[in-house]
């Protein structure tokens, strides 16, 4: 695994309240996660067939709600992705996307275990 922080827990904490309302974040939240497998496969899918404008497309919606729902990993990971992919180079950006599964599943669980934490108390 990364050292880079897998779930950033005050993530959701800040776009709560920067919109002034804690649901909007814990419903984004899920969200990010029913979305995450499919994010990734798209992402691979696209690698897999030599397609670099879906890859870019689908590498940075991951990036971004990663970002902001904070799992850093995953972000850093679909960043990293995302720079292959600009530089055109399909080999290398296959190489970074094949630890985007392991990753999601990481974040799938960290959130799992936040947005349980968040409806208990």
Known sequence: M?????LDREALTRLGS???DCEFAISFA?????????????IL????????VAAMDSVLS???SSSTVGTHELAHLAL???QHVRCRDV??????????A????????????????YRAG
């Open 18 to 20: 920067d919109i002034q």
């Open 2 to 6: 990364s050292a880079t922080l897998v």
């Open 45 to 52: 899918d696209a690698l897999l067939d030599g397609d670099l």
């Open 91 to 100: 080999v290398a950006a296959r190489q970074q996307a094949a630890a985007l």
């Open 80 to 82: 990293a992705v995302e």
């Open 102 to 117: 392991d990753a999601a599943d990481r974040a799938e669980t960290a959130l799992a275990d936040y947005l349980a934490a």
């Open 62 to 64: 991951l990036k971004v």
């Open 30 to 42: 899920r969200r990010y996660c029913s979305m995450l497998e499919s994010r990734v496969r798209r």
